[in-house]
């Protein structure tokens, strides 16, 4: 993993930013998730004729990132969010953070064990996401996000069929929580997936933050979870409305685009 943090860390400087002038398409897909951590800082990167964006398995957390997605509005055109997550919750432990509330990863393998545990809550939502979208990407005129079959047969060639196909759809584990204490993935939809039968209150626990500012706060996004799913469903209904893309012809009502992950 220390690799992947590395390569992250060059991708800007190293082939993006040269290529910047040519580039008219950039799809950025990795097996695991990224842009949180791995942290994957865009910002300063401007591709100034860039007509088709596509992301695979990229996270958001912060603001920035739809700053720097309506600074190419003027050329943007297609926008492909493949498996896309929302990190609305975050557990660091024996880890520094830095003040946007990043995990600051030594590649050299060492951990500062005198460290205190942190919780932190991102209010992220993709409703707002959405609505972000629909208001400030003036020339988008074709969105897709949703999940492809591609996370389910690694070590095969892609194709950009892999996106352009991609099913219109909220998923449930669209929003994860990013556990330090976890691996070696360090996101999980732990609390998102649970059975409806089983309380809240019994699963979120003091271990998880609850008591602390932030961890109620991710208790209370919980909480209001499945209203949540019909903020976000209305939100993608709203946009792909305003960018006169139909709805799939296979929808007979908005709840209908709720598609469970897998």
């Not at 932190?120 to 409703?127: H, P, Y």
Request: proline letters at 5%; glycine letters at 6%; charged letters at 25%.
């Amino acid at each position: 993993m220390e690799e992947l943090h590395d390569f992250m860390a060059q991708l800007r400087p190293l082939w993006l930013e040269p290529a910047s002038s040519n580039l008219t398409t950039l799809v950025l897909y990795q097996s695991f998730y990224f842009g949180f951590s791995p942290k994957l800082d865009l910002r300063g990167l401007h591709i100034p004729n860039l007509r088709t964006l596509a992301l695979g398995n990229y996270v958001f957390t912060h603001d920035w990132q739809l700053d720097w997605l309506s600074s190419h509005s003027s050329s943007l055109q297609n926008l492909y969010l493949d498996d896309c997550l929302v990190v609305f919750y975050a557990l660091f432990y024996e880890t520094e953070v830095d003040s946007e509330g990043y995990p600051v990863i030594d590649t050299n393998g060492s951990n500062d064990t005198s460290r205190m545990d942190q919780y932190m809550f991102f209010d992220q939502t993709w409703s707002r996401i959405l609505g972000h979208f629909r208001t400030h990407l003036s020339s988008l005129r074709h969105f897709r996000m949703g999940k492809s079959t591609r996370w389910q047969r690694y070590n095969t060639p892609f194709h950009p069929s892999e996106y352009e196909n991609l099913e219109i759809g909220i998923f449930r584990d669209r929003y994860q929580m990013f556990n330090m204490g976890i691996g070696p993935c360090q996101y999980t939809d732990e609390f998102t997936s649970r059975s409806s039968r089983t309380p809240l209150e019994d699963v979120f626990t003091e271990e998880d933050g609850r008591g602390t500012a932030d961890g109620d706060r991710a208790y209370a996004f919980l909480e209001r979870f499945d209203e949540q799913g019909r903020e976000d469903t209305n939100a993608l209904v709203e946009l792909l409305n305003a960018i006169g893309q139909p709805l799939p012809e296979d929808i007979d009502r908005v709840g209908d685009l709720m598609l469970p992950g897998y």
